[in-house]
């Protein structure tokens, strides 16, 4: 069973940055075989997708992909040496605020939540205004 564990979450005042963390335990599992991506889910609403980024072998979709209300302030990146996917995310706003999941998919592109197999417990990000 794959586990994903994410990281770096916490309080934050608007306009600040957070970069966050993931990476599996559990049996071996190379982030860089699945398109990796964090979803976010704020109190009272339904788990959204934020930033994805695929996985190797494909020439004819691009790497990284965004919701379009974090695209140019956020930014997703992966190390295959050190098997972690991060989201950086700069000016921070409080409609930011909620829980951060890091979840793995076989699919390209893979935007919504059925798509993705492994998940993470999640990591609270809180912004203050």
């Known amino acids: 069973q794959v586990q994903l564990v994410e990281s770096g979450g916490g309080l934050v005042q608007a306009g600040g940055s957070l970069r966050l963390s993931c990476a599996p335990s559990?049996?071996?599992?190379?982030?860089?075989?699945?398109?990796m991506a964090w979803f976010r889910q704020a109190p009272g609403k339904e788990r959204a997708f934020v930033a994805g980024?695929?996985?190797?072998?494909?020439?004819?979709?691009?790497?990284?992909f965004y919701s379009d209300s974090v695209k140019g302030r956020f930014t997703i990146s992966r190390d295959n040496a050190k098997n972690t996917v991060s989201l950086q995310m700069n000016s921070l706003q409080s409609e930011d605020t909620a829980v951060y999941y890091c979840?793995?998919?076989?699919?390209?592109?893979?935007?919504?939540?059925?798509?993705?197999?492994?998940w993470g417990q999640g990591t609270q990000v809180t912004v203050s205004s």
């Open positions: 979840a793995a998919s076989r699919q390209y592109n893979a935007r919504i939540s059925t798509d993705y197999l492994y």
């Open positions: 559990g049996r071996t599992f190379g982030i860089s075989t699945a398109t």
């Open positions: 980024i695929n996985k190797s072998g494909s020439s004819s979709t691009g790497l990284t």
